[in-house]
């Protein structure tokens, strides 16, 4: 059972729509927990085969009687189907996810750390630390992240494998009509377009990415920039482009479900986060043969090769990311070269990789802790 606080259009949960169904053709009896809603890929996930149950938590971690209450109900449940897998993903998750699994005796416990949470205050790393003995394997999705977790958090370094995220190529090897579907999203046919793809959220930084563009309109003219996702700073993001001028230069498209027929569109991806674990929609881009610009956090130097597939800049400087972007705005053959080389590096990242290396250690954890079922 994989528990995850909701099924939103996050990297995580669309990383589990291409992972979990490939797991079940692997032989695994496979279902998913929602703690606190079901949410739009809910449904997705279950035309896949893989059934979904949400639990009802209320979304906040106040250790009350009606968190306490969430706690016992997902034991109960965890109880009554029998796992012998449970496997966390996010701080809201992993914190009563690993604790009903011990309480209900689950012989098998998974944790995975998604980022680089400097966000976490003392009490959080302590809780995180509490955990990890009960735990019986944790997984970071880069070296980044493992070394933040052990230094900074005081997890010892044998109990987290690191386990990239992978991507699934075949669903980015399409043929797209660049012309049709910009028309379709209604952006100019003949600009350049650099976008950005991801929940527009504090993390991801987009106010840093409006500045960057403020700096590149002044030098290009012939340029155009998309934002693909949703989230709460959605409306103050648009005022803040308005604020600058920018309303004519800056498309919103919101949350799509065609984002392997976005891609195509854009000539260069651009990523502006504060902090990133290993982010998917840098993958998605060099399959799709992008030149990227991104910020220097997390794991991102591992996905890239720099000044090779990718430029990478230090986070929160916009005069940087509007360089870097800059640089492959003034040279097509540059932009190509770096797509070409992407498209080779993204191989190393697939889906059937992350597959592989995910059901070995399922099987090693077996065999330590279930010997009579292998």
């Known amino acids: 059972m994989r528990v995850v606080p909701s099924l939103e259009m996050g990297g995580v949960e669309k990383t589990l729509i291409s992972l979990l169904p490939r797991l079940k053709e692997r032989g695994f009896e496979v279902k998913v927990?929602?703690?606190?809603?079901?949410?739009?890929?809910?449904?997705?996930?279950?035309?896949?085969?893989?059934?979904?149950?949400?639990?009802?938590?209320?979304?906040?971690?106040?250790?009350?009687?009606?968190?306490?209450?969430?706690?016992?109900?997902?034991?109960?449940?965890?109880?009554?189907?029998?796992?012998?897998?449970?496997?966390?993903?996010l701080y809201r998750a992993n914190t009563p996810g690993r604790i009903a699994a011990r309480l209900a005796r689950i012989p098998i416990v998974v944790a995975n750390e998604h980022n680089v949470d400097e966000w976490k205050n003392f009490f959080q790393r302590s809780v995180d630390r509490a955990l990890s003995r009960i735990t019986d394997r944790i997984i970071a999705v880069s070296e980044r992240v493992k070394k933040f977790y052990v230094e900074e958090v005081g997890i010892p370094p044998g109990r987290i494998t690191v386990l990239y995220n992978g991507v699934d190529l075949g669903r980015f090897d399409k043929k797209v009509n660049?012309?049709?579907?910009?028309?379709?999203?209604?952006?100019?046919?003949?600009?350049?377009?650099?976008?950005?793809?991801?929940?527009l959220h504090p993390q991801k930084n987009y106010f840093n990415f409006i500045k960057a563009v403020s700096l590149i309109v002044k030098k290009f003219s012939r340029v155009h920039f998309v934002l693909v996702g949703g989230g709460p700073l959605k409306e103050r993001l648009k005022r803040f482009s308005r604020t600058l001028g920018l309303e004519e230069k800056i498309s919103f498209l919101g949350e799509r479900r065609d984002i392997e027929e976005i891609y195509p569109v854009m000539d260069i991806f651009a990523l502006s986060s504060d902090r990133e674990g290993f982010p998917i929609t840098i993958l998605e881009a060099m399959a799709c043969?992008?030149?990227?610009?991104?910020?220097?956090?997390?794991?991102?130097?591992?996905?890239?090769?720099?000044?090779?597939?990718?430029?990478?800049?230090?986070?929160?400087?916009?005069?940087?990311?509007?360089?870097?972007?800059?640089?492959?705005?003034?040279?097509?053959?540059?932009?190509?070269?770096?797509?070409?080389?992407?498209?080779?590096?993204?191989?190393?990242?697939?889906?059937?990789?992350?597959?592989?290396?995910?059901?070995?250690?399922?099987?090693?954890?077996?065999?330590?802790?279930?010997?009579?079922?292998?």
């Open 33 to 89: 927990c929602t703690l606190y809603r079901k949410d739009i890929l809910a449904r997705e996930m279950e035309k896949k085969g893989i059934p979904v149950i949400n639990i009802g938590m209320r979304a906040r971690l106040d250790v009350d009687i009606k968190y306490l209450k969430g706690i016992f109900y997902l034991k109960q449940w965890m109880m009554k189907e029998g796992f012998h897998i449970v496997h966390t993903h």
């Open 178 to 199: 660049v012309m049709e579907k910009r028309k379709e999203l209604g952006l100019p046919l003949n600009s350049i377009i650099v976008g950005s793809v991801g929940r």
């Open 289 to 374: 043969g992008l030149p990227v610009v991104a910020t220097r956090v997390g794991g991102v130097e591992e996905e890239v090769e720099e000044g090779k597939t990718a430029f990478l800049v230090p986070p929160a400087n916009s005069e940087a990311l509007a360089e870097a972007i800059a640089k492959l705005l003034s040279s097509p053959s540059l932009r190509r070269e770096m797509g070409k080389r992407g498209k080779e590096r993204v191989k190393l990242f697939t889906i059937e990789k992350m597959v592989e290396r995910t059901e070995n250690l399922y099987k090693e954890l077996l065999r330590e802790k279930c010997p009579l079922i292998q």
